[in-house]
């Protein structure tokens, strides 16, 4: 395990912790807390460690590939590591957002097969002695998704800390627009993945 890849599974670990946190305050309604000031309180704490894991998922995903670079820690395992901790990690706080009601079912779904399709496809590029990293376009669809998720999260911030109704509304509007967007660069990102798996059958790395 290069530093690099040390980093990338820091992810691993951050993407059950997320989940687990998002619905900390479903307990809130078991808990006799009579003192309004003491409930909101434990849900500002309760958001801030819930943005705190989700910059620190997002950050990891910019240093680890700085790190790989800057120590030339570049490596065929690396390049399949990276996309599949980015991958567990948003599909995890997509499934949290669908979950309360901030992102719909529909996209996640088609978000989900999107995933699993590429997964599948990089293990048939592995078999033809390929090995492919990320391109372009898959990196264009993990900016969108990380827009989504700053947006969704603003949403579900807003609606936990009971604020304005109307600002909520506004948040999910965007946030929904965005997971559209990401739908559609993902959708364009694996039929780029696709036509690259055609033409460079049996080439043994190909990263451009």
Not at 97 to 119: K, M, N
């Amino acid at each position: 395990m290069t530093l690099a890849n040390k980093v990338t599974s820091i992810r691993l670990i951050l993407a059950p912790i997320f989940f687990a946190v998002y619905f900390l305050p479903r307990l809130f309604d078991f808990l006799d807390i009579s003192a309004v000031a003491v409930e909101n309180l434990l849900r500002l704490i309760y958001i801030i460690v819930l943005w705190t894991l989700f910059i620190a998922s997002e950050v990891t995903d910019l240093l680890d590939g700085i790190i790989a670079r800057s120590r030339n820690e570049v490596s065929e395992f690396g390049k399949l590591f990276d996309p599949f901790a980015d991958t567990l990690v948003r599909i995890t706080y997509f499934l949290c957002f669908v979950l309360d009601g901030v992102l719909p079912a529909v996209l996640f779904l088609a978000i989900l097969y999107r995933e699993l399709s590429i997964q599948f496809l990089r293990n048939l590029m592995i078999r033809k002695g390929l090995v492919q990293g990320a391109r372009k376009g898959g990196k264009i669809k993990a900016f969108t998704y990380m827009l989504t998720g700053v947006a969704a999260l603003l949403a579900a911030s807003v609606q936990k800390l009971n604020l304005d109704d109307g600002l909520f509304s506004i948040l999910h509007v965007i946030a929904v627009v965005l997971f559209a967007v990401s739908v559609l660069f993902a959708v364009v990102s694996f039929l780029d993945y696709l036509s690259v798996y055609k033409k460079q059958n049996g080439t043994r790395d190909y990263n451009a």
